[in-house]
Nanobody, 117 residues
Framework: QVHLVESGGGLVQPGGSLRLSCAAS????????MGWYRQAPGKQRELVAT???????NYADSVKGRFTISRDNAKNTVYLQMTSLKPDDTAVYYC???????????WGQGTQVTVSS
């Protein structure tokens, strides 16, 4: 079992920045892809960004150029640096980890990000 704990959410004004962190613990051997998803009220959960153990990244079009995903494999932690935040970025952000070998998928409990003036 893999346990994911997110931190760093909060309230920020439009144009502001936030940095989310997600620390993984437990049976992390075999975890390759990690990433961030978000779910706004009344909407489906959507991909924000993913990163492989080797550092290959993928972003949703809506966040390209504004968000940066990074990873510290030694600390088993993935980060999401968010800049130029917009009200449409308001959502609960979830950390995700996947084991390609077992196809197991793990989720964090989520952290709220609210962009409002």
């Amino acid at each position: 079992q893999v346990h994911l704990v997110e931190s760093g959410g909060g309230l920020v004004q439009p144009g502001g920045s936030l940095r989310l962190s997600c620390a993984a613990s437990g049976s992390i051997f075999g975890i390759n892809d990690m990433g961030w998803y978000r779910q706004a009220p009344g909407k489906q959960r959507e991909l924000v960004a993913t990163i492989t153990r080797g550092g290959n990244t993928n972003y949703a079009d809506s966040v390209k150029g504004r968000f940066t995903i990074s990873r510290d494999n030694a600390k088993n932690t993935v980060y999401l640096q968010m800049t130029s935040l917009k009200p449409d970025d308001t959502a609960v952000y979830y950390c995700n980890a996947e084991n390609r070998g077992t196809l197991a998928t793990y989720w964090g409990q989520g952290t709220q990000v609210t962009v409002s003036s």
